[in-house]
């Protein structure tokens, strides 16, 4: 990466762990690029995505929307499918692993 770029996912990592401090590890985990928000059902996920944007705003920070996904159930992540049941093997590395 170009103009000192080569640090852009530690620096977001960092700076989103400071910034949502009060919410990381209660609801939320960030990771390189991603910010994540567990919660148990659609009421208190949408309170803590509130609380989540609210805080991002005040920060003069913005959420690229196209990048977003709201509201799921399942989510691929580290080649893990996480849901309500729990972390499994997401299918698409199924036969990878055991061929």
């Known amino acids: 990466m170009p103009f000192g770029l080569t ?6 990592t960092r700076l989103m762990s400071h910034v949502l401090r009060e919410c990381i590890i209660k609801f939320v985990i960030v990771y390189f690029d991603d910010i994540f928000s567990h919660s148990n059902n659609l009421h208190e996920h949408i309170d803590h995505l509130r609380s989540v944007l609210t805080i991002l705003r005040v920060n003069s920070l ?19 499918l996480v849901n309500k049941i729990g972390v ?3 299918s698409m590395h199924d036969n990878v692993i055991f061929s």
């Open 7 to 12: 640090n852009a996912p530690s620096t977001f």
């Open 62 to 80: 913005f959420a690229n929307r196209k990048n977003c996904t709201f509201c799921v159930d399942n989510v691929i992540f580290l080649g893990f």
């Open 88 to 90: 499994h093997v997401a």
